[in-house]
């Protein structure tokens, strides 16, 4: 079954490099020692197949989070458990509880023969908060988790007096945390400031702008050139997008679940501003159809933004090429059949081809599993881009999760399905952290993201005039937006 946790991962950078090791296969790293009490497969607390972790109670998987004297926790768990908890139990919660074990496991050390290896298992507690804070710094955003922080930290300096090597170390994990959430604070202010209003679906605009007025071919008539520009905005977007506000989808699907992270709206405003980018492109592409006034120049503008899309194809900017066939298949577009009867099609063809629904998607799966491939054997930037269509990989995350249940008929939580899911997430933030190789061309970005974009009624009035009503329902849906502009004015 596809649930079965992969043997390797595809290498990613930054943060995730260091959390994630170099696999996601859910197997205890020998070097790293064995956690007493659970952490073998006949303990009943946590159950192993093949060296791997399949299930657990929650609280054995907590207690499997937290170093001891000969243990630390494979880096791959780490990341696992740390974005699964979250369904379970907020994030300050979960500290909280690491807190208590911490403290135990401190007790039990200062009372007994092993007094001496208390500055190492402090030294292993810092670094398990350093590799937390690193890839998940929203989550001590929060006035608890940050109190829960700082509390673990003053006990595990306690026995610090000597050198001070871990009051250092903690000094230098909670400026970079700090640091870390005032970037992202002043980065969603600004987003907030640069969002872009609603399309407005009051007064129509005008749709049949002065031949003046600029179009996108005034601005780039290269389509190589536009769809770099548009995986740059690709890349810039969905960099916003961090691993815990993907596990939010399941936070929030999860029915059963009565427990919230904190912030939920807030953690979802990346998703919903990601989703928003996706829609404004589609109708924008409309817009730039539809407003033509002349018969050639629609047919010359749907032929650029088929071979745009094919360009996006190729780069590995599947989202953008998604948009771009959506926008061409909207009603008011499809519909005008004289200027698609001149249009040369075979390429459409080929890319409706690989975007068709048909067996889940299969085409766009194979040519995505092709751009995977191609990213983890790059030499170059440009081979490492791989953007998928983000709405089905939401969707594959919900599958995901409705299909498999969080807990076994043994109470235990189903680990094995997170290990799947924190596979799928990693992968994706893989993709996002690559760094875009086109040049940017702030005239062409500026055009692509402040363009006046059509209403849907809008767009329909364009359409009626560029090419009148053929059937009884259109002949129905142009008298009633006739009304509507007479009654409105």
Sequence with gaps: MFLEPQETMPQTSVVFSSILGPSCSGQVQPSMGERGGGASSGSGDLIFQDGRLISGSLEALMEHLVPTVDYYPDRTYIFTFLLSSRVFMPPHDLLARVGQICLEQRQQLEAGPEKAKLK?????????????????????????????????????????????????????????????????????????????????????????????QKDILGVCCDPLVLAQQLTHIELERVSSIHPEDLMQIISHMDSLDNHRCRGDMTKTYSLEAYDNWFNCLSMLVATEVCRVVKKKHRTRMLEFFIDVARECFNIGNFNSMMAIISGMNLSPVARLKKTWSKVKTAKFDVLEHHMDPSSNFCNYRTALQGATQRSQMANSSREKIVIPVFNLFVKDIYFLHKIHTNHLPNGHINFKKFWEISRQIHEFMTWTQVECPFEKDKKIQSYLLTAPIYSEEALFIASFESEGPENHMEKDSWKALRTTLLNRA
């Design 120 to 212: 190492s298992f402090s030294a292993k507690i810092v670094q398990l908060l350093k590799e937390w804070t690193e890839a998940f710094p929203y989550d001590f955003q929060d006035e608890k988790a940050m109190a829960e922080l700082k509390a673990i930290a003053h006990r595990v300096t306690q026995c610090d007096e000597e050198n001070g090597t871990v009051k250092k170390a903690i000094t230098q994990m909670i400026q970079s945390l700090l640091l870390s959430l005032a970037t992202r604070s002043q980065l969603q202010e600004l987003r907030e400031k640069l969002r872009p209003p609603a399309v407005d679906k009051g007064p129509v605009l005008k749709a049949k702008p002065p031949a003046a």
